[in-house]
């Protein structure tokens, strides 16, 4: 499909908190860098690159730049690719977000230029968006993976020292436990683990990619704060939220992992918006009396688990973030096992292919046991939504005793081939609901609201 879209109006594709195998057929694993989100544009004009929610981030990165503008002026067509921006140390090795939240939100030329030389940073790429004139989104990851070694592998450098500022992320197929052991030995957040034959989804968070972590980390939503304590100024702790269903859930609170300059900035921050009344839906448990927020600032915390009342245990606080927005963020913890009946995916088949349903193969496998079990249910979509499918076993086509269920498994089977090519077309739908020698009718489109 051609590509048509603008890079500052895509969002990139997001990872499930679904649990994964450690080693299984069919499956990438990939270390899970800790630092900012980024999309990058390599094209005649120059480089750009932004943030998950579309800020630029070309021009407080000026080095990471530099080294791509030198790339790109040896590529013959323009890509997109996906990446993520990380701190290093002197030796080159990737550090964690309490690094890098040193270089967010720096607007100076002198103060960038002093965070270049304090908190060096690089950039590690994992997929391809856009090759040439070419959407590759609409392919499954093996090729995305393979355009991008072959269009950029000779272009970045080999070493992964403080020289190197472009990287290809490393990747290990269908056994992670080499990794996985790394990553417990050096400490590092966890893995990402993808389905190889999954489309890439931009903005949606689905179980194509999951994330199997090693230290409990996420963002937060600040919806207020407490009095400082003893020496303490400004504030004693943060009141923490996430977002579910519109409305914004206490999550506990965070009163360690500040120094005095962090302080200073978030007592500024704090003072434009002050409000009368609690953001939280739910009830706020504090030793302290609260003082509330406009919530619109989003900061990195991480902890030893959630309890059973829903609250953070033990939270450090390591940084804002201005790379999410406050409405994104939602609890990063796998599902209640009480999730309500009318929200859970088909179960009757095997609970694993229920959770891996990312690709064609696992939407044929479910609605292939559903219709064997005769029964009516919701399956698991690769983008993360669920659907409601009924009367499988009915027949749509006598003469062969064709039935629905064969036709949504024959959908799903040539969607990756038939989808890019219908996208952004019209189409006429011709329902035939009791069979294809019964009567069949043009459903008309739906009405679109007026605002107001």
């Not at 879209?5 to 899970?32: F, N």
């Not at 990058?40 to 080294?67: C, M, Y």
């Not at 504030?235 to 500040?258: H, I, K, N, P, R």
Request: net charge positive.
């Amino acid at each position: 499909m051609k590509w048509r879209e603008k890079i500052e109006r895509i969002r990139p594709m997001l990872a499930s908190t679904d649990e994964p195998p450690k080693a299984q057929k069919g499956l990438v694993y990939e270390p899970k860098y800790d630092g900012i989100r980024a999309l990058v544009e390599l094209a005649p004009s120059g480089v750009r690159f932004f943030s998950r929610n579309g800020n630029e981030k070309t021009d407080q990165f000026p080095a990471i730049a530099a080294a791509l503008e030198k790339i790109n002026a040896k590529l013959k067509a323009p890509l997109i690719v996906d990446g993520e921006i990380v701190a290093i140390d002197k030796s080159g090795k990737p550090l964690g977000f309490q690094q890098i939240q040193h270089r967010i939100g720096l607007t100076g030329a002198s103060e960038i230029a002093r965070a270049e030389r304090d908190w060096p940073a690089a950039i590690v790429l994992f997929d391809l968006l856009r090759d040439g004139d070419e959407d590759l989104r609409g392919k499954p990851l093996a090729l995305r993976r393979v355009a991008l070694h072959d269009r950029l592998a000779k272009l970045v450098s080999k070493k992964q020292d403080v020289s190197a500022l472009v990287r290809l992320s490393e990747m290990h197929l269908d056994d992670g436990r080499p990794m996985l052991a790394r990553a417990e030995k050096e400490g590092w957040e966890g893995l990402i683990v993808k389905d190889s034959g999954s489309l890439y989804h931009s903005g949606r968070r689905t179980p194509a990619w999951r994330k199997l972590k090693l230290l409990k980390m996420q963002e937060f939503v600040i919806g207020g704060w407490t009095a400082p304590q003893g020496s303490r100024s400004h504030f004693g702790s943060l009141l923490l939220g996430y977002y579910q269903d519109g409305a914004l859930v206490f999550a506990g609170s965070v009163g360690t992992g500040f120094n005095q300059k962090e302080l200073e900035k978030l007592g500024a921050l704090f003072a434009k918006r002050a409000s009368v009344s609690s953001p939280f839906s739910t009830p706020v448990v504090s030793n302290e009396k609260p003082h509330w927020l406009r919530p619109d600032l989003v900061c990195q915390v991480k902890f030893i688990e959630w309890t059973d009342e829903g609250l953070l245990r033990q939270p450090v606080y390591l940084g804002l973030r201005d790379d999410k927005s406050a409405k994104e963020v939602v609890a990063d913890k796998p599902a209640s096992k009480e999730t309500p009946k009318s929200s859970r995916p088909w179960r009757g088949a095997k609970p694993q292919r229920a959770a891996h349903a990312a690709g064609s193969d696992g939407l044929v496998e479910q609605l292939r046991e559903m219709e064997k079990a005769k029964r009516d249910g919701e399956i698991l979509l690769p983008n993360g939504d669920t659907l409601r499918v009924t009367n499988l076993a009915k027949i749509l086509w006598p003469a062969i005793k064709g039935t629905k269920g064969e036709l949504l498994r024959y959908y799903a089977t040539v969607a990756p081939m038939i989808l890019p090519a219908v996208d952004d077309r019209p189409l006429v739908m011709k329902r035939s609901p009791n069979g294809v020698d019964k009567p069949f009718f043009y459903p008309r489109p739906a009405k679109t609201p007026r605002n107001g």
